[in-house]
């Protein structure tokens, strides 16, 4: 665990976590430059470990333990994430991942490098962004060194532009802080700041008022939006940050936190993150050693309850061979591009069509063996199924697995 004062709660959180299930926890020190110039790791007691942020001075020495874990096939959390350690937490990457997404673009803030002055005015001039925006730094954190630029005087307080951001400004109704943990939303907090002073990021970010979310409709389209936010950064533990638009009630994505911390969060939504997380670190180590058929029921399983009701309602009907089960999903998975999820529109078709001749048919199972074997040998996602390993959400995720288990069974007569 990161030793900095400031990060205390997160030690005890895990610690008094591995004392409720009876595990042994160390917090480590001592490993220095020299240890991870020699891989000298053997004698460290590392079965589970969750990597957190880490600081440029440290950053090669990080990608060097990173690298001896999963050499020594030790089970890790946050490890191969998006772009590497170090564009993780920067806000300019993360906004060109949700771009690149076909659901998430439309949730995207429009975000530039600032540069220089005479850069920031030519955006403006441009028509990208429109006043008022803020300038931000890029890996910056619980709202700090944000400032709101409402007119081209205001820049000249600006003393250096070289780590900062533009991003157009959002006035808030409120944020929402939402944790994702092994590929699904496992609660919602939402937050409203100074509403006399819109610009006080800091008081946004912290949240003055902090209540649960219950609204179920706003819960299913936050827990869509966080989790492909956290799937497309290959973040399997992730704080993802929405706020809403006051005028508009539009949504947009602030960021993904790979450090994020609960000291607010547990009190007001009473959801314990570290036993959540070590929960996640179980799953993991018992997948590896069951049939992936097996893994797959496991993974959703213990997830299931996390999903939107009208996605567990469509799995379970699946599994039971409801004719029409599928229906609501085929637009959607028709529209995604070839590239995405590992062709997950192309599997869905297939699976499908199956589904249905066994169903509506009463079609052999058996003739679909040469597809059963062929979903087989993709990897398992790390959200536990066929939506392949580069991203995952159980949402999409449960449907597949759900049209592959059904066929399986048939299949084998189970």
Known sequence: MEGREENRHMVEGFADAAKR??????????????????????????????????????????????????????????????????????????????????FLKKYALPTFEAKHKANVLSYIEANRVHYPIVLKDRRGTAGKNITLISAAEDLDDIKDFRNLLIEQYIKPECDYRVFVIGGVAVGTMRKIGDEQNPGDFVSWSAGRQKNKEEDQETLNLLAEIATRAAAVSKLEYAGVDIIKEAETGNYYLLETNIAAGWPNFTPITHINIPDLVLDWFEDIDEGKEE????????????????????????????????????????????????????????????????????????????????????????????????????????????????????????????
């Open 291 to 414: 049939s992936i058929s097996k893994a797959v029921e496991n993974y959703i399983s213990h997830r299931k309850n996390y999903l939107p009701t009208y996605i567990q309602d469509s799995y379970e009907q699946i599994l039971s061979g409801l004719p029409g089960a599928t229906e609501p999903y085929r637009e959607k998975f028709s529209n995604y591009p070839n590239q995405y999820l590992y062709d997950a529109g192309r599997i869905f078709e297939r699976l499908e069509d199956a589904y249905q001749k066994i169903t509506e048919q009463n079609e052999d199972g058996n003739i679909y063996k040469d597809l059963i074997q062929e979903i087989k040998s993709m990897p398992l996602s790390w959200a536990g199924n066929y939506i392949g390993p580069e991203v995952g959400t159980m949402h999409d995720g449960a449907i597949l697995s759900a049209l592959y288990l059904y066929i399986l069974h048939k299949i084998d007569k189970i």
């Open 21 to 102: 299930k009876g595990w042994n926890f160390c917090q480590l020190f001592g490993i220095n430059s020299d240890r991870v110039a020699r891989f000298d790791f053997a004698d460290t007691p590392l079965d589970y470990v969750i990597f957190r942020e880490l600081s440029k001075n440290n950053y090669h020495e990080a990608e060097r333990i990173m690298y001896w874990l999963k050499q020594n096939h030790k089970v890790c959390i946050n490890v191969d994430v998006a772009g590497r350690r170090m564009s993780t937490s920067d806000k300019h990457f993360q906004q060109g991942l949700f771009l690149m997404d076909p």
